[in-house]
């Protein structure tokens, strides 16, 4: 007899510590759904947030949840979820529950299933958001121990090299990187580059918006630009990847882990860099992303810190690295 299924969803409310400000959006909160899959005996979860800038909210994943429950409680695989639902939120908080299923069925870590090393720590990138320089260092006081820093652009060039030259002079030992979030046109990308290199920042990240990526043809940046909100899947990563040399990789964006394993195996054929983000995210939204970590030149899953009510949180980071236990998410 096959195993009957359950699939229930709810939502949290993931509130931040203190207000986020990015290009164009000031975030208190990023909440998320939360999707468990059970055979009565064992249960999987995974949590989606969506992606903000396309409509991608908990209202979407609910119903998008709903939409394909039948098909979940029947048994659909991780392969028949990559047909039935689009990228995005709900994808991927049921392929990351289907993943968390499987293992704990089978005894086997989520790891293994997915064919990467063990996991083990890995320096992690901290947020600093677009605020005024004296704002940013007060909130950089606050960090546990980092050696390697993101920090938001706001798409002003006199305010954002302000910015950036407080972070350095305050820290000049660590790795940076900065993210425009889509903030700035063609016209000032030589001069905000020349500004990066000069502040010895090591990533440029989505400096022009989705749907302009022709701004960046024919242009040589000094230092590797990586595409977040214009790569969102695999049909995106073959349309896009000449226009970049890294590539952020978001489970909300692509749809679950199992996309994600594939858009790592497939930028490094395409010769990028590859790098893990979270769309803010709690404890269970990292710890697929963590696997994926594994595979990444550079890891940015700082959202776990920034929440107000994550008891699992503070033990993930130590001397600047994240490190997500295995019972956390699946079998140990």
């Not at 701004?215 to 630009?225: A, E």
């Not at 983000?277 to 404890?283: E, L």
């Amino acid at each position: 007899m096959d195993t009957v299924l359950s699939l229930t969803h709810r939502r949290e409310a993931m509130v931040f510590r203190e207000p986020f400000r990015i290009s164009g959006y000031l975030f208190d909160s990023m909440p998320a759904v939360i999707a468990t899959i059970s055979d009565g005996r064992v249960s999987g979860r995974g949590e989606a947030a969506g992606v903000y800038y396309l409509g991608d909210d908990p209202d979407h994943i609910d119903r998008e949840l709903e939409r394909c429950r039948s098909a979940v409680e029947a048994g659909i695989d991780r392969r028949g979820l990559r047909d039935l639902l689009p990228p995005g939120g709900a994808r991927n908080a049921l392929d990351c529950a289907l993943w968390e299923l499987e293992s704990l069925r089978t005894g086997v870590p989520v790891w293994k299933l997915a064919g990467v090393r063990r996991p083990e720590p890995m320096v992690t990138t901290f947020t600093l958001p677009a605020e005024d320089p004296a704002e940013i260092l007060r909130r950089l006081a606050g960090f546990p121990a980092l050696t390697s820093i993101k920090l938001k652009l706001e798409g002003d060039l006199a305010g954002d090299t302000d910015r950036v030259r407080a972070v350095r002079a305050a820290r000049p030992d660590v790795w940076l990187g900065v993210d425009a979030n889509q903030g700035y046109g063609g016209g000032d990308l030589d001069r905000l580059a020349a500004m990066l290199v000069e502040e010895d920042v090591s990533l440029l990240e989505q400096p022009i918006a989705r749907g302009e990526e022709a701004l960046l043809d024919g242009w040589r940046s000094p230092i590797p630009i990586a595409a977040d909100e214009s790569i969102q899947d695999m049909e995106e990563l073959e349309e896009q990847h000449q226009r970049f040399q890294v590539l952020n990789i978001k489970l909300d964006k692509c749809g679950g882990l199992t996309e994600a394993l594939m858009m790592a195996e497939r930028a490094r054929q395409l010769g990028l860099g590859v790098m893990v983000g979270n769309m803010a995210g709690g404890t269970l939204s990292a710890a697929p992303a963590f696997v994926l970590a594994q595979l990444c030149d550079i890891v940015d899953l700082d959202g776990p810190w920034f929440l107000a009510d994550d008891t699992f949180a503070a033990g993930l980071y130590a001397d600047g690295k994240i490190s997500v236990p295995t019972e956390i998410w699946g079998a140990a």
